[in-house]
């Protein structure tokens, strides 16, 4: 069973706590991303990956940090700088970094920040 | 600066119609759209797409069209039905300059289509 896994499903957290989401795939795909989507808007890219121990910033990277140390895994980690952490976050991969065009989501992971 | 936009929030429809969604664009750089439909709680998932060498392209239900001259692309649904109710996102890359794509697309606000039974 091909897929992406994001964990957890739901997560809560105080504010000023750094956290970290879950993004793992098993299909093979060289490139990674990291979107958030809030209320009324679309998809905002917080960070990708085309190849391992390399990414780059998205449209909102303020805030957030990535890490990519093995092409299956690529976690976000949401620190105290991130003013609206408050989100739900996707991760998505896709089978060639050139391509990128397809990309394929997991199931997401809302972060609650109170 | 939103490149990509969905200037219809909602779409309502009655089974069997024709459910037609709109997308606008500002770059002229982006040369390859996408559609996605979202469930809520759900990530999205691919449902078509389009190359700039082509006005149209067809699978089953779902038929995409672009204007690239008026930077406007819409997605066809014939006949709708009522599984089709879900938020569809619009979505576009560019390619740079070696013409390799940057990998990273933009995407528009959404839709929520709705269909009536």
């Known amino acids: 069973d091909g897929g992406i896994t994001q964990s957890p499903k739901y997560l809560f957290r105080k504010e000023g706590q750094n956290v970290t989401l879950s993004c793992e795939q098993n299909?093979?795909?060289?490139?990674m991303y990291w979107y958030r989507q809030d209320p009324g808007q679309g998809l905002r890219l917080i960070y990708y990956?085309?190849?391992?121990?390399?990414?780059q910033k998205g449209d909102i990277a303020e805030g957030y940090s990535v890490s990519r140390e093995k092409k299956e895994s690529f976690p976000l980690t949401v620190t105290s700088a991130q003013k609206n952490p408050t989100a739900f976050y996707l991760c998505?991969?896709?089978?060639?970094?050139?391509?990128?065009?397809?990309?394929?989501f997991g199931p997401g992971t809302r972060l609650t920040v109170t | 600066d939103q490149q990509v936009k969905q200037n219809s929030p909602s779409l309502s429809v009655q089974e069997g119609r024709i459910s037609i969604l709109n997308c606008d664009y500002t770059?002229?750089?982006?040369?390859?759209f996408l559609w996605y439909k979202k469930y809520p709680a759900e990530g999205p998932t691919f449902l078509i797409s389009?190359?700039?060498?082509?006005d149209k392209n067809e699978d089953g239900r779902f038929t995409v069209f672009l204007n690239k001259s008026a930077k406007h692309l819409s997605l066809h649904i014939v006949p709708s039905q009522p599984g089709d109710s879900a938020v569809y996102f619009c979505?576009?890359?560019?390619?740079?300059?070696?013409?390799?794509?940057?990998?990273?697309?933009?995407f528009g606000q959404g839709t929520i289509l709705t269909v009536h039974p």
């Open positions: 770059n002229s750089m982006f040369d390859y």
């Open positions: 998505a991969s896709s089978p060639d970094r050139d391509r990128g065009y397809e990309q394929y």
């Open positions: 990956s085309q190849i391992v121990n390399d990414f």
């Open positions: 389009i190359s700039s060498i082509k």
């Open positions: 979505a576009a890359s560019a390619r740079n300059a070696g013409g390799t794509s940057y990998g990273k697309l933009t």
């Open positions: 299909l093979n795909h060289d490139a």
